[in-house]
T-cell receptor, first 112, second 114 residues
């Protein structure tokens, strides 16, 4: 039930792009994305509810491929403030709503 | 500010003792969650609640129980703490009274079981 995230870690220079992937073995109802700084609580980034949906703000965007049961988070022109651990969370289609499961996280480090 | 607070924020206890963590919200939201976070495992769902006295298990519920006697409070109890339950525990609420809404997390409760 826990989605699988890849890669586990990414190291970037400021201004570079990154993609974080999230996949599930089950059909998905929704995908959430969160970022967590060290020692802090996770902070919401976005939710995708429909297959094919894409969302974004600033230079962070995400897509949801319902057929492939996958979502990807795109970080464009990375800034130092993007450093942190990114988690995807999924709600399985057909399961009791409320069960939101998170992946193990992707640690993103942006260097100047 | 999502109006969610956890207590205690830090606790050290001994194996075999009972422990209760409290999550309090001021927003009157229906859905509340307890997760534990351990290195390499991400956030794992322990239990969640979809209303007063309505709770359900998550993926790592063994050794934990919960109660929700009023909307604003969601309690997590470790009946007999073990060292494997040493972790950081996060409470979360779902915005807009829907489980598909964004989650707001509390600041976390760090529990050490000796």
């Amino acid at each position: 039930q826990q989605p699988v995230q890849s890669p586990q870690a990414v190291i970037l220079r400021e201004g570079e792009d990154a993609v974080i992937n999230c996949s599930s073995s089950k059909a998905l109802y929704s995908v959430h994305w969160y970022r967590q700084k060290h020692g802090e609580a996770p902070i919401f980034l976005m939710i995708l509810l429909k297959g094919g949906e894409q969302k974004g703000h600033d230079k962070i965007s995400a897509s949801f491929n319902e057929k492939k049961q996958q979502s990807s988070l795109y970080l464009t022109a990375s800034q130092l403030s993007y450093s942190g651990t990114y988690f995807c969370g999924t709600v399985d289609r057909g399961s009791t709503l409320g069960r939101l499961y998170f992946g193990r996280g992707t640690q993103l480090t942006v260097w100047p | 500010d999502a109006g969610i607070t956890q207590s205690p924020r830090h606790k050290v206890t001994e194996t075999g003792t009972p422990v209760t963590l409290r999550c309090h919200q001021t927003e009157n939201h229906r859905y509340m969650y307890w997760y534990r976070q351990d290195p390499g495992h991400g956030l794992r769902l322990i239990h969640y609640s979809y209303g007063v006295k309505d709770t359900d298990k998550g993926e790592v519920s063994d050794g934990y129980s919960v109660s929700r006697s009023k909307t604003e409070d969601f309690l997590l109890t470790l009946e007999s703490a073990t060292s494997s339950q040493t972790s950081v525990y996060f409470c979360a609420i779902s915005a807009n009274d829907r489980n598909t809404g964004e989650l707001f997390f509390g600041e976390g409760s760090r529990l050490t079981v000796l």
